[in-house]
């Protein structure tokens, strides 16, 4: 396999992406990562390859999200293959189980995201599943081949055919062993008797479980048998002590919130005898004119003196590095015309520029129209990674085109689920000429401005 972690390409033309509200599930994994961290683990999210597609012809290549060894799962050996199988069916079941949870929450957003979780699990065949370093990862994740788009579920077939179904089951109980055969030699008193275990006065009936679907929709509720083991049963006489326990526990609380709280005492002879210490600090009767003057001239005071502590701080902080340093402080030219992209996360957010003629300007095609993108940060194979990232598109004297421009951003891959602020700045011969703030909170490319060359001024937007 391919020595730079790349586990296979698919081609468009073989495989369809399944869509969730209009996005290709593939395009979500931003969205997938952050849900399978926060409910999960990080071993739960190394089970999906990380998705690259080309801008261009759309085919994907999938990347192992770790270091190691790859090979597909199908040329393991036997004894191999089962181990993995094992792992892969483990971690699938965890999700699917993850996914009931969502579904049952009865909040959209749960639902929405069980429904990404679901497509997420959908792979075209068995010969998409690799192994890398001895763990089980799924490349081609989120698409069916071309055709009707009918799930076919080869994971969910190949955790049926791992896992072992439990059986519909009572409440966990003791499995009764055979009875011994009789000794003809004894008398009926003498053979031995089925032990009955006594029902306890508080246990309630066991309900039977519903059984499980063999062809259900999904295979959710696969387990492997296990012997599980009854313990005994807190004694009935411990519930009824906690009563008295929780009662003294809430009279005691009352009793202090009334004596060093001074809210009084609900019998007015104890007041009235000054049986009752009032410890509050700032009491009303004590609150006088003179006194609340004091007070806020302490308070003025006080404020004056952090508002002098807070110049002095912002006096002795550095300044923040200009835009245009920061294109240069990363190899970035600074030319004739330049449209600037910063934002202040590890997100990969992409610059596009539309040339007067059609052409344009972005990641897959640096070179266009004159222009050149020579700076492209937080990329997903790049290593140039920043909290402070930029991308620019600069022309320099005499190459641009004359004709309207249009610039737009796209959020290629978000590492998280919060709103991603960012700056578009457009300068003319080292000059700011027009700066636009903006935000993504949702995903898809977003258009920005448009401006003219010859620059006149700025455009309406």
Known sequence: MSADGVLERTRQSDLQPLVVNGVPVFRMYG??????????????????????????????????????????????????????????????????????????????????????????????????????GGRPVIAGWGHVPRGPAVLRKPLIALVRRVLTIAPPVTAPEVVAQPAAPADPQKTVEEQPKPVEEPAKPDEQPAQQAPPIPADGPRAHALIPIVNEVVGPRRPAFLNWLL?????????????FLLRYCGLGWPFSSLADNNLMVNYCVASTQALRSDDLSAHLADLQQSLAEKQRRLCETAARRPPQPDTTDLVEGAGGTIGAVNVILSWHTLDDLDLHVTCPGGEEIYYSKKNNCGGVLDVDMNSSSGTNKSTSPVENVTWPVGAAPAGTYKVEVDPYRRDSSQPIEFKVELLINGQKKEEYSRHFDAPGKMSVFEFSLPYTRRRQQ
């Open 31 to 132: 969205q997938i990562r952050v849900e399978l961290l926060r409910s999960l683990s990080q071993e739960h999210l190394a089970l999906f390859a990380d998705p690259n597609p080309d801008p261009v012809t759309g085919d994907i290549q999938w990347f192992a999200p770790f270091p190691g060894e790859i090979v597909k799962l199908a040329d393991c050996s036997e004894d191999d293959r089962a181990g993995y199988e094992f792992h892969l069916a483990r971690l699938v079941d965890d999700i699917t189980n993850h996914i009931d949870k969502l579904n049952e929450s009865g909040v959209e957003n749960s639902r929405s995201m069980a429904n990404v979780l679901t497509m997420a699990l959908e792979i075209p065949d068995e010969s998409h599943i690799f192994v890398v």
């Open 243 to 255: 009563w008295p326990i929780l009662g003294v526990l809430l009279v005691s609380i009352g009793y």
